[in-house]
């Protein structure tokens, strides 16, 4: 069956430090795609990144970047320089065939910055 | 405009009440959807609308009955309900999947926050 653990249920970081978020899944399929989603205190869930199985690059975009490892199953997430405003829940996600391509949601990570 | 608008933000109804939450969106999205957060968990699935039908029912009970009456509206009709039901219910849209046939929500609102007494 398929799963999603995050095992970091908080972290607690000073600004400017850097921080990776942890994402390791399960999956039967050979073609599945992995999710980011923020959710900031206000609650509204925010689209960060969706990934394709195939496609192992590693994308940056400006402070935030994404290591995609198909070896160790684990799908991270790096905030560079972090900033009060990156303090949220952080959820990672998986879609494939099995789940009928729904999203199956990890347990979310909160990330609190300090400033 | 990548906006999608729920209202209200909070809610408070008792047992016997009958509400509906509104979710709309203007972005041409054709796929809309409805989950229910508790707190400190992600969010699940209630239901999935693709061109104004129902396309996916996770097994809600009936007492939560969504409705789509056009590509930009989403309700979710709410009757005698259960202080279980207790949770920020969101609204999503996307736009329908391309060859990849992935259907997944990618832009949320900012959720009812409904408390059931």
């Known amino acids: 069956a398929q799963k999603v653990t995050q095992a970091q249920t908080e972290i607690s970081v000073v600004e400017k430090e850097d921080v990776t978020l942890d994402c390791v899944y399960e999956?039967?399929?050979?073609?599945?795609?992995l999710f980011w989603y923020k959710q900031p205190p206000s609650g509204e869930l925010v689209f960060l990144i969706r990934?394709?199985?195939?496609d192992e690059q590693n994308e940056i975009s400006g402070r935030y970047s994404w290591n995609f490892q198909k070896s160790t199953s684990s799908f991270n997430f790096t905030i560079t320089a972090s900033q009060v405003v990156d303090s949220a829940v952080y959820f990672c996600?998986?879609?494939?065939?099995?789940?009928?391509?729904?999203?199956?949601w990890g347990a979310g990570t909160k990330l609190i910055i300090k400033p | 405009d990548t906006e999608v608008t729920q209202t209200p933000k909070h809610l408070v109804m008792g047992m016997t009440n009958k509400k509906s939450l509104k979710c709309e969106q203007h972005?041409?999205?054709?796929?809309m959807y409805w989950y229910k957060q508790k707190a400190k968990k992600p969010p699940e699935l209630m239901f999935v609308?693709?061109?104004?039908?129902?396309?996916i029912n996770e097994s809600v009970p009936s007492r939560f009955s969504p409705e789509c009456p056009n590509s930009s509206l989403l309700n979710l009709h709410l009757h005698a309900l259960q202080p279980e039901d207790s949770a920020l219910y969101l609204c999503?849209?996307?736009?329908?999947?391309?060859?990849?046939?992935?259907?997944?929500?990618?832009?949320f609102g900012p959720g009812t926050r409904l408390t059931v007494l």
């Open positions: 996600a998986l879609s494939d065939l099995d789940s009928n391509y729904q999203l199956i």
């Open positions: 999956t039967r399929d050979t073609t599945y795609y």
């Open positions: 972005m041409g999205h054709r796929a």
């Open positions: 999503a849209s996307s736009p329908l999947p391309g060859t990849s046939g992935l259907l997944f929500a990618k832009y």
């Open positions: 609308y693709s061109y104004e039908k129902l396309s």
């Open positions: 990934r394709n199985s195939f």
